[in-house]
């Protein structure tokens, strides 16, 4: 919810349980929330809602203070759970990734790792195999940013990414692993 504008992207994608905003605590529903905005409010009046066909949604563009343009929400049990509808996630991107967002950013937590409960792990590494996919099939992703918000998350983040760097030897620049940790200031660390 804090990027700071040399982190700024175009898009901010969060995961939900189908048709669920509920700002919770310790979710970044209930984050963005907490900052004032309301991804329930966005949710009644979307600039495109996929969820039948992607399991997504995107938001009209977000007013001035923040520094990403628009929500992507990817929601489990549409199409199945969220390890299986990652891939609908760049699915629903590519269009707008084409026309709308020039400079082809998007910052996401691990979705699905928080209260959806599946492993960051394995969260990571669908999202990293969907990524990839979609980026050497020509997708105009410059940049991913995965966020880990906590310090044992993130070394498991930093585990899954290293291991799937080394099966899959290939450069892997348009994949960008931080960690965010707020016991440090609320400064990101870098764990590429």
């Given at each position: 919810?804090?990027?700071?504008?040399?982190?700024?992207?175009?898009?901010?994608?969060?995961?939900?349980?189908?048709?669920?905003?509920?700002?919770?605590?310790?979710?970044?529903?209930?984050?963005?929330?907490?900052?004032?905005?309301?991804?329930?409010?966005?949710?009644?009046?979307?600039?495109?809602?996929?969820?039948?066909?992607?399991?997504?949604?995107?938001?009209?563009?977000?007013?001035?203070?923040?520094?990403?343009?628009?929500?992507?929400?990817?929601?489990?049990?549409?199409?199945?759970?969220?390890?299986?509808?990652?891939?609908?996630?760049?699915?629903?991107?590519?269009?707008?990734?084409?026309?709308?967002?020039?400079?082809?950013?998007?910052?996401?937590?691990?979705?699905?790792?928080?209260?959806?409960?599946?492993?960051?792990?394995?969260?990571?590494?669908?999202?990293?195999?969907?990524?990839?996919?979609?980026?050497?099939?020509?997708?105009?992703?410059?940049?991913?940013?995965?966020?880990?918000?906590?310090?044992?998350?993130?070394?498991?983040?930093?585990?899954?990414?290293?291991?799937?760097?080394?099966?899959?030897?290939?450069?892997?620049?348009?994949?960008?692993l931080k960690a965010f940790v707020p016991?440090?200031?609320?400064?990101?660390?870098?764990?590429?």
């Amino acid at each position: 919810t804090c990027l700071p504008p040399e982190h700024a992207a175009d898009v901010l994608v969060v995961s939900a349980f189908p048709n669920n905003y509920q700002p919770t605590p310790g979710s970044l529903i209930g984050a963005l929330d907490r900052a004032g905005l309301s991804v329930s409010s966005f949710s009644k009046d979307k600039q495109a809602d996929l969820r039948q066909e992607y399991s997504c949604w995107l938001s009209k563009q977000i007013k001035p203070g923040f520094n990403f343009r628009h929500i992507l929400c990817i929601e489990s049990g549409w199409r199945g759970s969220m390890p299986e509808v990652t891939y609908d996630l760049f699915r629903t991107l590519a269009p707008y990734l084409l026309t709308d967002f020039k400079t082809a950013a998007v910052a996401m937590p691990l979705i699905g790792a928080g209260n959806m409960r599946y492993p960051s792990k394995e969260m990571l590494e669908a999202i990293l195999r969907a990524g990839v996919s979609w980026i050497q099939r020509g997708l105009p992703l410059q940049l991913l940013k995965i966020v880990a918000y906590w310090d044992d998350t993130a070394q498991k983040a930093l585990a899954a990414f290293t291991s799937f760097k080394s099966k899959h030897q290939m450069p892997l620049e348009s994949v960008l692993l931080k960690a965010f940790v707020p016991s440090v200031a609320d400064q990101p660390e870098v764990l590429t």
